[in-house]
Nanobody
């Protein structure tokens, strides 16, 4: 069973930066989308933060536009989230997610990001 392994979370002061990474334990073929989701404390819902679409474009939640940048390599199934100008509202658990055009879905285990004011 392929697993996604994430890293790069931590504690940072407001205005600081973090870079999240995600890589698979084995190769994943036919990747369609690569995404980062955020789950905030006390809520079960995971909210889409950034996405590399099936056509290779990028989509961002309004709250992170201009501050976060998603990048990735679909051939290697590696992905990154560069987070700049962090705010306390960015605090949460960040999950990487990959979907394939065969209907496979992969979630990373989540990495905690805490932004102090």
């Amino acid at each position: 069973q392929v697993q996604l392994v994430g890293s790069g979370g931590g504690l940072v002061q407001a205005g600081g930066s973090l870079r999240l990474s995600c890589a698979p334990s084995a190769n994943i073929r036919n990747i369609e989308t690569m995404s980062w989701y955020r789950q905030v404390p006390g809520k079960q819902q995971r909210v889409l933060i950034a996405d590399i679409t099936s056509s290779g474009g990028t989509v961002y939640a309004d709250s992170v536009k201009g501050r976060f940048t998603i990048s990735g390599d679909k051939a290697k199934a590696t992905m990154y989230l560069q987070m700049n100008s962090l705010k306390p509202d960015d605090t949460g658990v960040y999950f990487c997610y990959i979907s394939t055009n065969h209907g496979d879905r992969y979630w990373g285990p989540g990495t905690q990001v805490t932004v102090s004011s």
